[in-house]
T-cell receptor, first 109, second 115 residues
Framework: DAKTTQPNSMESNEEEPVHLPCNHSTISGTDYIHWYRQLPSQGPEYVIHGLTSNVNNRMASLAIAEDRKSSTLILHRATLRDAAVYYCILRPTGNQFYFGTGTSLTVIP | DTAVSQTPKYLVTQMGNDKSIKCEQNLGHDTMYWYKQDSKKFLKIMFSYNNKELIINETVPNRFSPKSPDKAHLNLHINSLELGDSAVYFC??????????????FGQGTRLTVV
């Protein structure tokens, strides 16, 4: 399974932007970069994904490095509801979702 | 309408028992998964089914047997339950895309406690 490295934990103040980094130096050319998050006592939920270009949706933005060996999930204004574990996942094929250890985000009021 | 639903939400049972967890998705997806999340919160894929056929079978004891009667259902049957089987089990579904350009939807989880 494709390997990603994320910090174990991060903190952010409420209403400030949050940048969650992910390293994936062994990424191959066809791997999609996916981000999921898991709120307390809930199942993981999709956040965003991309291949090469930066992506924006209503939840977040995904910035992908030019060499694709790292990416950053950007939450533009953190709210208390954004406190969760965020997982960066590489998907080599359509049937695989292998999760790493994720980053536990704490939002401080 | 819940997209991926699992039943039961909580399951407490004794060692040695046999139990099943049911999963249904109403998204029209052709691929379904089972994940196990242990006490350290690590999410590990167990099985993946595509069009009712087993695609991924990670190193899971053969006491665990998934059954997919149709594309919308993937049930997990566990025989001879052990203490180490205590975990939260998540079902998920996605539409198969060879390029991995689709998202997965997860159920709310089934917390299994073996006593």
């Amino acid at each position: 399974d494709a390997k990603t490295t994320q910090p174990n934990s991060m903190e952010s103040n409420e209403e400030e932007p949050v940048h969650l980094p992910c390293n994936h130096s062994t990424i191959s050319g066809t791997d999609y970069i996916h981000w999921y998050r898991q709120l307390p006592s809930q199942g993981p939920e999709y956040v965003i994904h991309g291949l090469t270009s930066n992506v924006n949706n209503r939840m977040a933005s995904l910035a992908i490095a030019e060499d694709r060996k790292s990416s950053t999930l950007i939450l533009h204004r953190a709210t208390l509801r954004d406190a969760a574990v965020y997982y960066c996942i590489l998907r080599p094929t359509g049937n695989q979702f292998y999760f790493g250890t994720g980053t536990s985000l704490t939002v401080i009021p | 309408d819940t997209a991926v639903s699992q039943t039961p939400k909580y399951l407490v049972t004794q060692m040695g028992n046999d139990k099943s967890i049911k999963c249904e998705q109403n998204l029209g997806h052709d691929t379904m998964y089972w994940y196990k999340q242990d006490s350290k919160k690590f999410l590990k894929i167990m099985f993946s089914y595509n069009n009712k056929e087993l695609i991924i079978n990670e190193t899971v004891p053969n006491r665990f047997s998934p059954k997919s009667p149709d594309k919308a259902h993937l049930n997990l049957h566990i025989n001879s339950l052990e203490l180490g089987d205590s975990a939260v089990y998540f079902c998920a579904s996605s539409q198969h895309d060879r390029a991995a350009n689709t998202e997965a939807f997860f159920g709310q989880g089934t917390r299994l406690t073996v006593v």
